[in-house]
C-alpha cells in the first residue's frame, strides 16, 4: 500500500511539473523593420513589466527590409518591443502575443504583423 501511495505521489508531481514547464516559453522570433526608417536600438519586455531589456541590436542597425532572430523566453504571454530611430524618435509595439507566430514585422504606427 505504501509503495503504490508513493509511486502515485511521483506520477502526480511529474505532471505537476510537466504542466508548469509548458507555461514558460522559449522560442525564436523574426522581427522584421517593416517601419520604412532604421532601427538603431530594439528593447524587449513581457508587457506587465515596467522595465525594457538590453538593447538586443547593440553595434549594428536595423535598416528597413532586413530581419533578426531573437529569442524569448518567459512565463509572460504579451510581450511588448521598443524601437528607436538613429534621431531619438521611438515606436512601442504592446501586447504583442508570440505564442503562435514565429516572426513580426514592425509598422512605423506602432503595429506588428504577426506570422
Known amino acids: ?3 503504490n501511495r508513493f509511486f ?10 510537466m504542466l508548469l514547464a509548458g507555461t514558460a516559453m522559449a522560442k525564436e522570433i523574426v522581427v522584421m523593420n517593416g517601419t520604412g526608417f532604421e532601427i538603431h536600438a530594439l528593447a524587449l519586455s513581457p508587457s506587465e513589466s515596467g522595465n525594457w ?3 538586443l541590436l ?3 542597425i536595423l535598416k528597413p527590409g532586413e530581419g533578426l532572430k531573437i529569442n524569448i523566453s518567459g512565463e509572460a504571454n504579451n ?5 528607436q530611430d538613429g534621431d531619438g524618435g521611438q515606436v512601442t509595439f ?7 507566430a514565429s516572426q513580426i514585422t514592425l509598422h512605423a504606427d506602432g ?3 504577426l506570422q
Open 53 to 55: 531589456g538590453p538593447d
Open 94 to 100: 504592446q501586447n504583442l502575443d508570440f505564442r503562435k
Open 58 to 60: 547593440g553595434d549594428d
Open 111 to 113: 503595429t506588428g504583423t
Open 1 to 3: 500500500m505504501l509503495k
Open 8 to 17: 502515485t505521489m511521483m506520477i502526480l508531481a511529474a505532471a505537476l511539473t
Open 79 to 83: 510581450w511588448d518591443l521598443g524601437a
